[in-house]
């Protein structure tokens, strides 16, 4: 069992910058591939980013593409998400997800553990 704890969330304006961060709490959670997911109110949770365990395959959904960075540092047991140009429809809860199989996937039921969420809050 892996427990995975986000963190960086915040309120900040449109064009800001957040960087969240997911941090595990075992070593195994090197090896597994990550992503970040995120719901807004009314909406269905929604592809994000993911990363290999080793970092050198990583996924952006397009509507981040070019302003949201995916990375890792499996020595800290954390993967990280840097948010820039934040845009008001980025609004919503950010979960990070693992999943000790694969190498990184769009699809939400590839991952076995979830975080709880960090709330992200962009005003106009």
């Known amino acids: 069992q892996v427990q995975l704890v986000e963190s960086g969330g915040g309120v900040v304006q449109a064009g800001g910058s957040l960087r969240l961060s997911c941090a595990a709490s075992r070593s195994t959670f090197s090896s597994y591939a990550t992503a970040w997911f995120r719901q807004a109110p009314g909406k269905e949770r929604e592809f994000v980013a993911a990363?290999?365990?080793?970092?050198?395959?990583?996924y952006y959904a397009d509507s981040v593409k070019g302003r949201f960075t995916i990375s890792r540092d499996n020595a800290k047991n954390t993967v990280y998400l840097q948010m820039n140009s934040l845009k008001p429809e980025d609004t919503a809860v950010y979960c990070c997800a693992a999943d000790p199989w694969g190498m990184g996937s769009y699809n939400l039921n590839e991952y076995d553990y979830w975080g709880q969420g960090t709330q992200v809050t962009v005003s106009s």
């Open positions: 990363i290999s365990w080793s970092g050198t395959r990583k």
